[in-house]
């Protein structure tokens, strides 16, 4: 993605927080395991009224040729905070990546959130391993766009390791959950989109080291009660001649 269309979703994105009111987030999860939206994080924690929450997830990625499995799991705890794993393994190469992540959520009140996280990859290509790690900040906002549910996410962080090596890298993503015509459809089924300056992961096939913009479809099936299932749909890194198809599922439970 060049700099004039990474601008110009920036401008997109923030147009639409400008006209938001108080909502709430589905709280589903990244690719990383995360709760997020697709690549991007978002302040909220994946149990927020639980002490304890575990979340298993899949995502199943295509990609220029490419096929790669990534199961993950997710850890919330005290209602504030949460930790987890994920393990992006491609079908055509020997690559691989350990994906790690924290997160703690220091503020919340009503539709509004702001946490601190590190994501980190241990990454392995052609047998040669390397640690990234990404501290971060991110924010989030939920409200209504034109009375449809919707929440806006943006984290800003710094790529402190890349393969083991200091780096002055900048990160950023920005991310944007709708819900779609809600009295018809029951806030069952959301579209979720995100732009970011990075991947998933080190040695991903989806915009690795520059910019992408992914969107599609989230649904949320189950309101209440102490168990959480969400299905993705999306296309990624759309803008790009290399975009791809990803489906992944999440299950989790509170106690």
């Known amino acids: 993605m060049n700099k004039k269309t990474l601008v110009l979703c920036m401008v997109v994105f923030t147009s639409f927080s400008l006209l938001m009111s108080a909502q709430s987030s589905v709280k ?24 304890l929450g575990i979340d298993f997830g899949y995502s199943f990625m295509y990609n220029d040729g490419h096929v790669n499995h990534v199961p993950a799991v997710n850890i919330s705890f005290l209602r504030k905070a949460e930790v987890g794993f994920a393990v992006d393994l491609d079908d055509n190469s020997n690559y691989w990546d350990l994906l790690f992540h924290g997160k703690f959520q220091f503020f919340r009140d009503g539709g509004s ?3 601190m996280g590190i994501d980190g ?16 900040l991110v924010a989030s906002y939920s409200g209504n766009f034109f009375e449809w549910p919707a929440v806006t ?14 780096t002055s890298n900048f ?12 009295k018809v459809l029951k806030n069952y089924v ?4 995100d732009f970011s300056n990075y991947s998933y992961s080190s040695t991903s096939f989806i915009a690795n080291s520059r910019g992408a913009f992914n969107t599609g479809i989230r649904i ?17 890194d759309l803008l790009d001649s290399s975009r791809g198809f ?8 509170g106690f």
């Open 153 to 166: 996410s943006m984290m800003f962080g710094w790529h402190m390791l890349e393969y083991g090596e200091m």
């Open 220 to 236: 949320d099936p189950i309101k209440k009660g102490k168990f959480k299932f969400v299905l993705d749909l999306v296309g990624t």
């Open 121 to 136: 990859d241990l990454a392995n290509k052609n047998n040669d391993s390397g640690v990234y790690l990404t501290p971060y």
């Open 190 to 193: 959301f579209w979720i989109s």
């Open 246 to 253: 990803m489906a992944s599922a999440s299950f989790g439970m």
């Open 113 to 115: 959130s702001v946490a």
């Open 28 to 51: 589903g999860s990244a690719i990383n395991g995360g709760t997020g939206i697709i690549v991007s994080p978002t302040a909220r924690i994946g149990w927020e009224y639980s002490d």
């Open 171 to 182: 990160a950023f993503s920005m991310g944007f959950e709708l819900a779609l015509a809600p």
